[in-house]
């Protein structure tokens, strides 16, 4: 998929969790086999081109594209799972299948906490011991090695942060209405929610709409928190962010 994936587990015994960790990686490589779209013999490549049938696809494609539609919808067209009149899950394979591998973990006996991160994009389960809750650090775009928020969650069982913007790839997120990058006020937007498969979408969707649309799309959501940080240093936050702040 292009980007490191990292793992913390926390609790279980060892040999279970090293054959669930090595599980987990390989259905990662997996997800990148099937939805690759710079991979010639992937399944979404073949869908693509028509020499492939949905169904005939492994039933995990269905699954990514019927959660994509899903997001379109609810954003008013600002996420798209095509390009170029191609399918193109991208935006949404990543979370899907860090969440999806966290939650393999989390199964395994014994296994207290889990974090699985994606190239910045965090899937959390559990805590990392009694008492003490996961913390993850928002990176500042503005400001190379600093940090622009500590979200942590005492208590919470299950909970994602996402960021999408500018800062580490540049601009690479579509406009799916013009086919080109989005031009937006924003440098980065990070979400705050249950799961990284909606919540890295959620993310996307809001930094294409802008400070002023995505802020209050973001609003709107019933499980969603958002922190959106504009190119001249102003800093947006939702209403109910603050119970997720340090």
Not at 229 to 242: F, Y
Request: glycine share 16%; hydrophobic share 45%; with cysteine.
């Amino acid at each position: 998929m292009g980007t490191v994936f990292s793992f913390d587990v926390r609790g279980g015994d060892p040999g279970a969790v090293g054959a669930a960790l090595e599980e987990a990686v390989d259905g990662l490589h997996g997800a990148d086999a099937v939805f690759s779209t710079h991979r010639e013999d992937s399944e979404v490549s073949r869908l693509g081109r028509g020499e492939l049938e949905l169904s005939g696809c492994a039933p995990e494609v269905a699954e990514v594209l019927r959660l994509a539609a899903e997001v379109e919808r609810v954003s008013g067209g600002w996420f798209s799972a095509r390009y170029r009149g191609a399918p193109d899950p991208t935006g949404v394979v990543k979370g899907w299948a860090a969440e999806r591998a966290a939650r393999r973990l989390a199964a395994v006996d014994g296994v207290r906490g889990v974090v699985v991160n994606g190239g910045g994009d965090v899937q959390l389960l559990g805590a990392p011991e009694p008492g003490r809750a996961w913390r993850v650090g928002v990176a500042d775009p503005l400001w190379a090695g600093g940090l622009a928020a500590v979200v942590s969650a005492a208590g919470a069982r299950e909970w994602a942060v996402a960021t999408s913007g500018t800062a580490e790839r540049g601009a690479h997120i579509v406009d799916p209405r013009t086919g080109r990058p989005a031009v937006t006020d924003l440098v980065s937007v990070t979400v705050v929610g249950p799961g990284l498969a909606l919540t890295d979408c959620w993310a996307t969707a809001a930094f294409a709409m802008g400070a002023r649309e995505g802020l209050a799309w973001l609003e709107s959501l019933p499980d969603a928190e958002g922190l959106l940080i504009t190119a001249d240093g102003e800093v947006r936050c939702t209403r109910g962010l603050g119970a997720w702040l340090e």
